[in-house]
């Protein structure tokens, strides 16, 4: 395939950015997203001119690193999947594809496509987690009995993997799916019960601090979340976060 | 401290607001629309009985100022709410595509009710003033002919058209808005959440649709 790509180019979080053209020749339908992004670094490398900064690490859609808006959407127009496991047989050959950063001012731009997401740290700083000391005698897991279903829908919300296609795709570059999913694995299950109310306050209002936008309830986020994590756990947070504000 | 963040500061807790004023705001178009089907199926006089009614009765005085209230703030919490989305994506991306994973009802719903604001202004000048401070001529039954100003306001095909855009651009916010607020409160379940859903897109369909049915029948109708 021969593709026409549309890059943004961005030296770093000050300067203002612009889009670049470049033409990728013979590109294999079988490659991912980012080894066709490899093949164009090589080429730019052999050009002398310098390569395309982007995030990626595992390649196998676990790490949540390769955040890449393309042609529109979040990871492209595949669903459920990060940009590593999108695959070039998604294109036609001829097509001209944008290659886009997360845009939000909760994620500034590093770099080209590379943004920064410690927002996101630092909202799990705030509460993402239980104070127990898990070093030493660990009661057996099977001691606390947890209903099949609790217990499958705190591992679904754990499934994020924090990329941030949902900040990315939401119309008001809102974390609510990532927050709630955060807040749900631990408000599911009886170690998170001790602090769900400090918890739910202190993440949401990290999230506000770090200037993240307010949910529509568009449910674009879950679309285009690749683990397929549901708005379930949005409504959730809203009634934990409206508990803890009223009760405790 | 807590307790008045939760409730006012939050952005969560902005959201509470819209989506509770949003859905008490609701109960105030279904009894306005009863009110109005009395264009259609009664007389001028029984228009009129219902319009004093509605401006005199005690309780529905408290509940108006209830509403005014509820106005404002779904107004200014909107507006703020719109502003601070604005705020978190200050480099807009060069394309995107909205309508690949969201309905366009949930993606315009502040300029659907910036729009149904402005209705609700114009709306308020031609009756809702003429009502409470103009002079208007009495009926048979010694109330104010408020009748008399509807139709000839609908009459006017301008006036009409504006009611009827209007209405379906209430209609789209409605179509978004009810399942929003639910979901906003956090009252969601696996078996009641579809339902909502439906009868919420419906009411919005019922609701506009019929408000939006009686200009037009002043319009055809040789009767009036």
Redesign the interface.
Known sequence: MNLTL?V?RQKNAKE?GS?ATYQVRDISPDMSFLEMMDVLNEQLISQGTESVVFDHDCREGICGMCSM?I???AHG?DRGVTTCQLHMRKFKDGDTI?V?PW????FPVVRDLMVDRSSFDRIIQAGGFISVNTMGNLPDANATPIEKHDADAAFDAATCIGCGACVA?C????AMLFVSAKVSQFALLPQGQVEAADRV?NM??Q??LE??????????CE??CPKGIS??N?????????K???IS | M??K???FG???????WMALTGLFLISFLVIHLVGNLTIVIGTADDFNAYAAFMTSFPPIKIISYLLYASILLHAVDGIV?AR??R????????????S????WA??N?ALLGIFTLLFLLVHMKSFWFEMHFGSLPLDANGNKDLFGITVAAFEQVWYSAFYVVAMVSLGFHLW?GV??AF??????HPTYTPVVQIAGRTLAVVLCGAFAMIPLYVLISPNI
Not at chain 1, 171 to 174: C, F, I, L, Q, R
Not at chain 2, 100 to 103: C, L
Not at chain 2, 183 to 188: I, K, S, V
């Open positions: 549309k943004w203002t889009f808006f042609n529109g959407e127009p944008t886009e845009r939000a001012k909760a795709t119309k008001n570059a809102s306050r949401v209002n999230m506000d200037g993240f936008g307010n949910c529509t309830n568009t449910g674009a679309v285009e708005i379930e949005i409504a959730r947070m809203n009634r934990e976060y409206l803890a504000s009223l | 807590t307790l963040r939760g409730l939050s952005s969560l807790a902005r959201k509470y709410l601070q989305n705020a978190a994506r200050p480099v807009g991306y060069g394309e995107y595509r909205g690949a994973n969201a309905g949930s993606r719903m978004h399942e929003s979901q906003t409160m956090g009252w969601t």
